[in-house]
């Protein structure tokens, strides 16, 4: 060591200041100080899930696993937990296949319309959920609505919409599809617009059908996009929270109560906070081990996107 | 196979036409009921005589403007915020090679998916106790969550895209960093920084989750007070609309000027269009 300082010493440029060292940190720091105000919450989080905590009493008292316990005793909690799969499921498959779909029929041609459209279905996305979900209450609302005279031309009278059991579920998805479709659209659609033309050149005079050169080509090239579009989709709608609480707040009975509403009510409405908890942990749970996979999924997508590129440029 | 071709052509713009129909009826219906006078709502459809009472009674006759002008200040501010603290902070994750680079990075995008509830109940209780609940300070705080992330990671993506010669050179012409930083790479980098900033305005306006819960009645964002002409026992369907299309105009309008950077936005660098 003490060679070193006094090595240091003798040359100073080839050590590094000591401040220069310190520069991105100190860049850093403004931004880390006020987003890390969210460590402090969810350490609270898990400590307080161990106590019996509310709003109403000034006193608490450390309980150990009983909230956990109660919660995972609770049929209402996996009536959540199912609630919150089947949501995220239908929402994505139906943004994903839907915006697939969409992407690839805008992605070939290049017309005015195309671009027009390009630009105008982004819309719906910029719309808050929250206020999507007011615009269609106005169009399935069955005195005022536009949508009960349409299906009324079909012989359907008085369709509930969100307030059947039954159909509860399908509004849902279908204001969730309206509010954002367009991301999954205009994100494979990025991924379709700067596919490389070589190998689709090649593959027509080879004779491939459009079948084979979607499979083949098109698709391997515009994973990492999907993959990148059903992360965020997939993410939000397990925790989707906006749409369904201006919808109905969890309802009919407890037909959309997923994970967020129902800690929402346990917290807010039953003003059971210590109880409303481990319920919302729970979603941070499933939420990052999904993300994860993803994300693995997303990094070797890049890479065989990227090698079968390669591979192409040299046969052709 | 011409013919074979157009009847392929006629699908296609069939079913986008469709689809735009989908996206865009909702809109227009919501701006055509916002015309509709209560007699005229049950029984015309689309032909009926325009009035302008709905917006005189939501925008002069309830507290829609305060609703209106407080999301304007939380979300204005909040993105200030994020651009002077997440700017630099991009630029160090572009630029520099420091332990734990990725870590904080990515950190720093984590708090994008931390569930909004997880952060919002244990928040409402500190918020109470040091008296941040319903205040402006406390929204934007919490706002940070939404656009600091977005910044950093948009912006992050495009100084690794500006080359590093250019800062050297700029070095060389005697300038120190902070000179380069402002007079090199900000102009540079303005396009991504305005349409990142604008986007992030447009994720902090429509954000509904944390001012319902941690805001009440002095600071109420324009999402959540929308919600009030839906619960009143009379419906004012006219009045509904209102709310609804004005809330919605700066978010669509910000997003026509930003279709270019679009994708890099949305993909939080993701994806580069």
Known sequence: MAFNKKDAAKNDLNTVPWLTKARPYLIMAPSLLITIGILVPFAMAIYYSFTSYTFKLPTFKFVGLKNWLNMFKDPAFWHAIWVTIRYAFFATIVEMGLGLGIALLLGNTENKFTKFLRVVLTFPLMVAPAIATIIWQLMTNNSVGILEKFLNIFGVYNFPWAASHATAMFTAVLIDTWVYCPFVIILILAGIQSLPKSPFESAKIDGGSAWFNFRNLTLPMIKPCIYIALLFRLMASLQEFSIIFALTKGGPGDTLMNLSVTAYNTGFAFQKFAASLPIILVLWVIVNLTAKQIVKKWQYSQKVASGRDAAEGGKS | ?273
């Open chain 2, 1 to 273: 196979m011409r013919r074979k071709r157009m009847i392929n052509n006629a699908v296609k713009n069939g079913l986008l036409a469709l689809y735009a129909i989908f996206a865009l009826f909702p809109l227009f219906w919501m701006v055509l009921i916002s015309f509709k006078s209560d007699a005229q709502m049950f029984n015309t459809t689309f032909i009926f005589d325009p009035t302008l009472e709905n917006y005189e009674a939501v925008l002069l006759r309830t507290d829609y403007f305060k609703y209106f002008f407080d999301s304007v200040i939380v979300s204005v501010i909040a993105v200030l915020v994020s651009v002077l603290a997440g700017v630099p902070a991009a630029y160090a994750l572009a630029r520099y090679n420091f332990k734990k680079k990725e870590d904080l990075a990515f950190t720093i995008l984590s708090f994008r998916f931390a569930p909004e509830i997880l952060v919002v109940l244990p928040l409402f209780m500190i918020y109470q106790k040091i008296g941040l609940y319903d205040t402006y300070f406390g929204l934007i705080w919490v706002y940070q969550l939404i656009t600091m992330p977005l910044l950093i990671w948009v912006i992050r993506g495009y100084f690794e895209d500006i080359s590093v010669e250019i800062e050297h050179a700029a070095m060389v012409d005697g300038y120190t960093w902070w000179q380069v930083f402002l007079k090199r790479l900000l102009p540079l980098i303005k396009p991504g920084l305005v349409s990142a900033s604008l986007l992030a305005f447009i994720f902090a306006w429509n954000n509904f989750t944390f001012p319902l819960m941690l805001s009440g009645t002095k600071v109420e964002t324009i999402t959540v007070a929308s919600l009030k002409y839906i619960a009143s026992d009379t419906v004012h369907y006219g009045q509904m609309a209102v709310a609804a299309t004005v809330s919605a105009l700066p978010a669509v309008i910000f997003a026509l000027c930003i279709q270019k950077h679009l994708v890099r936005g949305l993909s939080f660098g993701a994806v580069k269009g």
